[in-house]
């Protein structure tokens, strides 16, 4: 996908899918262990997730590659797998279903922290410029950096991500501040971090996980008058609690879609969801939007 073809794409409010961990574990992964090994070992499992999102009406999939970066995948000792793996994903969620969406390679953080020396820039920079490789080699129309939290690090991976020629969206991971402002745990604003990703060539800007979509809809605010790029903004299904030692999020379908239209009214352009949400509040978000551009 070129530029033009994602701003042409872009013009109007589109539905992104919603979690995949939270879906994955569902389907019988167990804590601990890889998530992206599945698209080698169960891939029938994958590329269903990616059906049910399709089917509930998203326009931008995600990939099961969250952690694949070789940095984060030696971690399990599956470096060498890194191309493997990626183009898995991409290919699962390209063929996943027969709805009109594009597929989004997914990256997160590489689990390591530059500022404490563990990994150079040029390290993050170069292991992202690989992945982003071969999620495009698997089909992946665009790329998505999410739940950064350190502008040094998110920087070095969009240099790497759009180095494929690929549109690549950035999502940070921001909370609100006592004194109303919103910074990530490493202390960036959306003021800090904006203009450095649009600088670097960023296609889409935004939040991710954190608080919940009641708690975004001003951040969204920010980012949408800040910012000279579409917004995307893909939040938790509320506050995490505990139920039974495990962790759980409250937010039910109907209630996460009745904060969809503030958010359009705000200029947002891809809305979806993070940790605890499913295809009902994908179902949501599409007849939110649906409504919106009546």
Known sequence: ???DQWKSFITNPVAADGAWGTELLKAGLEQGDCPELMNLESPEIVQKVAASYAEAGSRIILTNSFGGTALKLAQYGLEEKTEEINIAAAKLTSAAG???YLTAGDMGPCGKMVFMGEVSEEEVEN??????????RGGADLLLLETFTDLTEVSAALKGAVSTGLPVAVTLTYDKMA????????????EDVVPVLTELGASAVG????????QYVELASLLCRISSLPVWIKANAGLPVLVDNKVCYPMEADEYAGHVQALLKEGVKIVGGC????????????????????
Do not use: W
């Not at 292991?127 to 495009?136: D, E, I, N, S």
């Not at 939040?207 to 009641?214: L, Q, V």
């Open 1 to 3: 996908m070129t530029s």
């Open 98 to 100: 027969e709805g009109d």
């Open 127 to 136: 292991a992202y410029a690989r992945q982003a490789a071969a999620l495009k």
């Open 179 to 190: 004194d109303g402002s919103y910074r990530t745990v490493m202390g960036h604003s959306p």
């Open 207 to 214: 939040a991710n996980c954190g608080a919940g979509i009641d």
């Open 275 to 294: 940790c605890g949400t499913n295809p009902a509040h994908i179902r949501g978000i599409v007849r939110e939007i649906e409504a919106f551009l009546k």
